[in-house]
């Protein structure tokens, strides 16, 4: 960068704010109205990355994180001139909870001392440090509604083991062998439920494992 140039993330906030005090339909847009934008680039960056990994090109993934940067700066800029937070509370309160939750790294000596390297013991030390954070009274309190059924059978499952109240992922006799719809279905969700406990027994990502597969396929 040349000496006097505003920093990209700087100038595309400054951008944003004229955008929204010079552009009619971004003055119109609230929170809400952005969901539904937010939600689509989500799954576009996920496309992006499927791609990416198939072809080894990252250049679509670069412009769809830039699309999502700009629904995170949108709603920052909504935000501010609400009174609510700004955009620099936004990256204040993430930087923070990075060096909260990885004290392998941020920690004091003697944390850094204790906790073990490898991506398992990372992994608990971070949700250690989130537990303290939440304080939750239920282990399911926080979890979105609308996460994808994998997903969110696979955050049940983890998050009720960690409670120690481990979920039986068995698979039971309902719907085996008969057409009655309510019970091939109850047997359907007994056997992914199944499948998604031993996905994470396998350390495997049972959303992104049916999405390559029905790639595959494609």
Request: glycine share 8%; proline share 6%.
């Amino acid at each position: 960068m040349a000496p006097g140039e505003t920093p990209p993330l700087l100038e595309f906030a400054e951008v944003m704010r004229h955008l929204r005090a010079e552009c009619s339909w971004k003055q119109a847009q609230t929170h809400r109205s952005l969901a539904r934008h937010l939600l689509e680039e989500t799954h576009e960056t996920l496309e992006a990355i499927d791609v990416g990994d198939a072809t080894g090109d990252w250049a679509h993934l670069r412009e769809e994180l830039g699309d999502l940067l700009l629904q995170v700066y949108f709603h920052a800029v909504i935000a501010e001139e609400q009174g609510e937070f700004t955009l620099d509370d936004v990256a204040t309160d993430v930087t923070a909870k990075m060096m909260r939750r990885n004290p392998h790294v941020y920690g004091t000596a003697e944390q850094r001392a204790t906790i073990e390297l490898d991506p398992a013991s990372v992994t608990e030390a971070w949700e250690t440090a989130k537990a303290a954070e939440k304080q939750r009274e239920s282990p399911l309190e926080g979890l979105p509604p609308g996460l994808p059924a994998l997903l969110m059978a696979d955050k049940v499952i983890d998050r009720m083991e960690r409670a120690g109240q481990p979920l039986d992922p068995q698979v039971g006799d309902a719907g085996e062998g008969n057409d009655q719809g309510a019970d091939v279905g109850t047997g359907i969700g007994d056997r992914l439920l199944a499948l998604v406990a031993e996905s994470r027994d396998l350390g495997v990502d049972p959303e992104q494992a049916l999405r390559d597969a029905v790639r595959r396929r494609l």
